[in-house]
């Protein structure tokens, strides 16, 4: 039987794999970040338990323990997390909605300079994209316990739904305004990049996660150097996807 950890890693790596290609995300991923108003992400009732569930994490994890601490401490009895019809799958998915929204408020670019350069679309995207993998910091150890969460059957599809968002996002606040079929091939490949990264993250065991850093950028220039000259997204993802598994298992991952 796979270890958890292998299951966990194998998802994490390669949950990108089942973005698909630029047809279905147009059926799929129409989501734009700021063409209406943003209602609340949770339901009152929701957002209480969750969010000082969410404090419990560090210290038990992705479960039904911190759930229904989370409860407690919002006034609300045990039995309150049947509130939750997703149980732990909700707090995982409330530390992905609420880390994914805050990437507009935690990441400001600096003005034009004296230089009289502005930073690009392409340093904007790194830059938004390593913010979004630092807020996993205070979880990182925790975080294969939410990947083998997101890795069953129930719950893919809305793990891949999320990470749509979470590139779309990105793109849309890197200033990105491409319009043709770019679009789609984008935020796929962007997908792919952070998964693999996120995954690395939780092997990292270097200073303030710099090696994490530095496969974020290799990932980028991979798609810089090879993504151009590839014949279409799926030959691009295939590359990648090898890529990044050849590292990860030279980091020790049992992939």
Not at 14 to 23: D, I, K, N, Q
Request: with cysteine; proline share 5%.
């Amino acid at each position: 039987m796979a270890s958890p950890r292998l299951a966990n890693s194998a998802f994490g790596a390669l949950r990108a794999a089942s973005v698909r290609p630029a047809a279905a995300w147009r059926q799929r991923c129409l989501y734009h970040s700021y063409d209406y108003a943003r209602p609340p992400p949770f339901p009152p009732a929701e957002s209480a338990i969750l969010s000082a569930a969410y404090s419990h994490v560090p210290n038990h994890g992705f479960t039904i323990d911190a759930l229904k601490l989370g409860a407690r401490d919002a006034g609300y009895l045990d039995a309150s997390t049947n509130l939750l019809p997703r149980g732990v799958y909700d707090l995982v998915n409330y530390h992905l909605v609420t880390q994914r929204l805050a990437l507009q408020n935690s990441v400001q670019f600096p003005e034009e300079g004296a230089t009289g350069k502005k930073l690009g679309v392409g340093a904007k995207v790194r830059t938004l994209t390593l913010a979004r993998l630092r807020a996993n910091e205070p979880v990182i150890h925790r975080w294969q316990e939410a990947l083998a969460i997101m890795a069953q059957p129930s719950y893919v599809a809305p793990s891949i739904s999320e990470l749509a968002k979470l590139a779309d996002e990105i793109w849309f606040l890197s200033g990105d305004q491409s319009v043709d079929s770019s679009w789609y091939t984008k935020r796929a490949t962007l997908s792919a990049i952070y998964s693999s990264a996120e995954v690395y993250m939780t092997q990292d065991t270097s200073a303030n996660f710099a090696e994490t850093e530095q496969f974020l950028d290799s990932r980028l220039e991979d798609l810089i150097k090879i993504g151009g000259f590839m014949g279409g997204l799926s030959e691009w993802l295939n590359y990648t996807g090898h890529s990044a598994l050849n590292v990860l298992r030279s980091k020790g991952a049992r992939i």
